[in-house]
């Protein structure tokens, strides 16, 4: 097995740890920034790392289409295609079963509409498998079912039962013992389902398994309750993979209810519109109040963008559609994510997850909920609880505490 999970510390179901694969370490709880076509884009591959990113995602539909994995493969893999030395993941393309307007969906695989040519193309288990292996990523997802939401318990069932014959002929295809094949857990917001595809995806004895068919529209507790159903049948010496899950809050949930790897589009793709991340939830810094504000986006981010920019002048350079403006925000957004997933870890690690996890709902969701429920924002309550207090659970320097 190339992929080895060291589980250092737990905190109720939380858990530190860190994954090795070939091209390094990353430490979860960990959030993965998504590469689509090879980039995250508005990052060079310092620029990624600086922000605190130990991995990032691939997809592997997009890479298909261009420039092609036998390219890829024949420049050195997407590793070196890229320049991103760490570790890499990638997905199976099914998602796109889910996402993307398709012609056909039968046992054999997926035959979507191209949507610029209008040629068909398919999609199959080993197929995708194939892609994955001339990409050379670390780590390689199944492909499979994602249902959308609402959907009946008919489709899901249906759906948890293909997954499993598609990992079956997943498994099958692998042949580069350098990549590390996880499986997803589906069924949809049925409890027994997601454990009956629990149970079928840890039979085949994975290095890694994932939560997916989840982020597709559904509540936050809804989102919830699937892992709730699911995470207690997966093995605790693999990591836990929770697909496309991506705002804060759910992220901290997710933590605290064992789940080690997130990804997203999106900090990086509310950063291209302007919408960033703060101590009091995200605003658009792109309004008029921002016109002639001095400060940084974040008066608490040690972020290239937040040292050395005012939110005036990303504002204006958004405004007048300058590409720095773009690259300051998504700058700020995944160092915003990062010490978010740094903060999680240390609070593991010091046995005070629940501190934490009580600190941020007041002081972040608090104003978000108002925001998703239109209601008015307290113009006092923003100075209730200072930033300080979002940390004030840990130490100063998270990361060095003895494991």
Request: proline share 6%; charged share 20%; net charge neutral.
């Amino acid at each position: 097995m190339s992929l080895h999970f060291d589980l250092i510390k737990k905190d109720g179901r939380a858990r530190r740890g860190s994954v090795s694969v070939p091209h390094g370490t990353f430490q979860t709880p960990a959030f993965m920034p998504v590469g689509t076509r090879g980039t995250v884009k508005g990052m060079t591959p310092k620029q990624l790392a600086d922000t605190g990113s130990e991995i990032c995602l691939g997809n592997t539909y997009h890479l298909n289409l261009a420039p092609g994995d036998k390219l890829i493969a024949k420049l050195g893999g997407l590793h070196s295609f890229m320049a991103w030395d760490k570790p890499i993941l990638t997905d199976s393309g099914g998602f796109q079963v889910f996402s993307l307007p398709r012609i056909g969906l039968d046992e054999e695989g997926v035959t979507f509409k191209y949507e610029k040519s209008g040629k068909p193309i398919t999609l199959t288990p080993e197929i995708s498998m194939k892609i994955q292996q001339n990409l050379g990523a670390d780590i390689v997802m199944a492909f499979d079912v994602c249902v959308e939401f609402p959907t009946t318990y008919k489709a899901a069932q249906e759906a948890i039962y293909r997954t499993d014959r598609w990992l079956a002929r997943c498994k099958e295809t692998m042949t580069n013992k350098h990549q590390s094949l996880f499986g997803i857990v589906q069924g949809s917001v049925y409890d027994d389902l997601r454990v009956v595809s629990a149970q079928l995806t840890i039979d085949h004895d994975l290095p890694g398994y994932a939560i997916g068919g989840v982020s597709v529209g559904e509540t936050l507790d809804l989102m919830m309750q699937a892992v709730d159903a699911a995470e207690p049948h997966l093995p605790e010496g693999r990591p836990r993979y929770l697909m496309g899950v991506g705002y804060p809050e759910d992220i901290v949930e997710a933590v605290w209810r064992g789940i080690d790897m997130f990804d997203c589009v999106l900090p990086t793709r509310l950063a291209r519109s302007g919408v960033v991340f703060g101590r009091h939830g995200r605003f658009r810094v792109t309004k008029g109040q921002y016109r002639q504000d001095k400060f940084p986006i974040d008066s608490q981010c040690s972020c290239y963008a937040c040292e050395h920019f005012s939110r005036a002048y990303i504002k204006h350079l958004i405004g007048v559609k300058e590409i720095l403006g773009s690259v300051l925000t998504t700058t700020h957004n995944l160092t915003f994510y990062q010490n978010l997933m740094s903060t999680l870890r240390a609070s593991i690690v010091a046995g005070k997850l629940d501190a934490f996890r009580n600190a941020f709902h007041a002081e972040y969701t608090a104003e978000e909920q108002v925001k998703k429920l239109g209601l008015p924002a307290d113009p006092d309550a923003k100075d209730d609880l200072p930033w300080d207090t979002f940390h004030s659970c840990i130490p100063t320097h998270p990361e060095r505490l003895p494991q």
